[in-house]
């Protein structure tokens, strides 16, 4: 059952081939191109395949990259668009490339903040989440941090994701081994006197994650550091259950949070599925009295892009590829508003609804695509292929049987 459930979310996702050793860097680009120099924090276990890195195992400890993307110029590509080189070298004049890769030390780190940190001084925390390769997390990151046009230092946080769907349960512990590693970073940068303040945003599996998290650093501290000014979870795979207890050792620090949900989530139907039944965060129905209470008690910002529609067939990656969604986004970390401030309607600029204190709203950066079109190897998509057709052509259809809607 478990097998059919993955190989249906696969197939809804389309079967385009993913990216893979694509991070060799080029010696150049083209003009108008866009550059993001970011860090990336992981603690996946090196790869020895030039172009990869870092693979799907998980390593001894934190490492740490500086990563200069080059993204094609404007004509090109549209906001939340992605465009993976099929193979190496990239063309800078078409596709995301790499002109840097280098690995960093303590002291090489607080180089690189000086050296891309704005006036603002915010840092801009991503967490990927189920599925991700590095590559494409790193390139999903750039992306997000260039189609926001927030000034922001961009670090991508990115822990040991096999790449896979039928990782799931790997994933998951994956998440649950890094949660200490993502705690300090948080801490340490907090800690830093030249850091103003910093958002922390997760997706899918790396909102449970960053959750994790946040109360450890809570209950470790006492309280969540200040400087965390917006904490945004976009499509959610978390347990609500669990997610209320963790709200409870977070405390008052709770009302900084945003969540972006969808009620049209299929790669969230499906992990409900795997989780037993429990309810995803990411896929609460809206629409109950109760629900809209418990949130708006707690002071939680929820908005819901139901009726958002941005080219992803399992609806879980629409906060990427929206660029009316990424756009006003930034728009309003660009003006130093908080994530979840009453003074601006986001839901109303996207056409979105939201529920919230004061019927306020909140938002979130655009997040990272993690359910990919296809298993690396063309055998195992062979194997997938045949797999669907056992179990019916009528992919919709099987979905709603295999997880009882």
Known sequence: MVRSLLIVSICLSGCASRPYATLLPVSR??????????????????????????????GPGLSIENILVSIPPDE??????????????????????????ASLDTKGARSWYKRVAGPKKRVLIFVHGFNSTYEESVFRFAQISHDTGVNAAPILF????????FGYLYDRESANYSRDSLEAMIA???????????????????????MEAMRQLAIRQGRLPDKLRNIVLASPD???????????????????????????DRALLVSRRLA?????????????????????????RVVDLSGIRA?????????????????????????????????????D??????????????????????????????EARRRLREGVEDTGRNLDGSLRSATGR
């Open 76 to 101: 090109v590509r549209k906001p939340g668009q992605v465009i993976y080189p099929p193979r190496n070298p990239g063309n800078p004049a078409k596709e995301f490339v790499t002109l840097k890769v």
């Open 238 to 264: 978390l347990d609500v259950d669990v997610f209320r207890e963790q709200l409870n050792d977070i405390g008052p620090a709770q009302d900084r949070i945003t969540i972006f949900t969808s009620q049209d």
């Open 158 to 165: 990115t822990w040991p994701s096999r790449g896979s769907i």
């Open 311 to 347: 080219g992803d067939s399992l609806n879980h990656t629409k906060f990427a590829e929206s660029a009316d969604v990424v756009q006003a986004i930034g728009r309003r970390l660009i003006a130093g508003d908080k994530v979840s401030d009453n003074n601006l309607s986001l839901a």
């Open 188 to 210: 340490q940068a907090a800690a830093r006197p030249d850091v103003g303040e910093i958002t922390l945003m997760a997706h899918s599996m790396g909102s449970w994650l960053a």
């Open 29 to 58: 680009t083209v003009p108008d191109a866009h550059l993001v120099d970011m860090l990336v924090a992981t603690t996946r276990a090196p790869s020895s395949v030039p172009g990869v890195i870092f693979g799907g195992d998980r």
């Open 349 to 378: 600029t996207i056409g979105a609804t939201a529920i919230g204190t004061a019927q306020g709203v909140g938002s979130a950066i655009g997040a990272t695509a993690n359910i990919p079109g296809a298993l690396v190897s063309p």
């Open 276 to 300: 037993g039944g429990v309810q995803r965060l990411g896929a609460v129905d809206l629409t109950k009295p109760d629900v809209q209470a418990a949130f708006q008690e707690r002071g939680i």
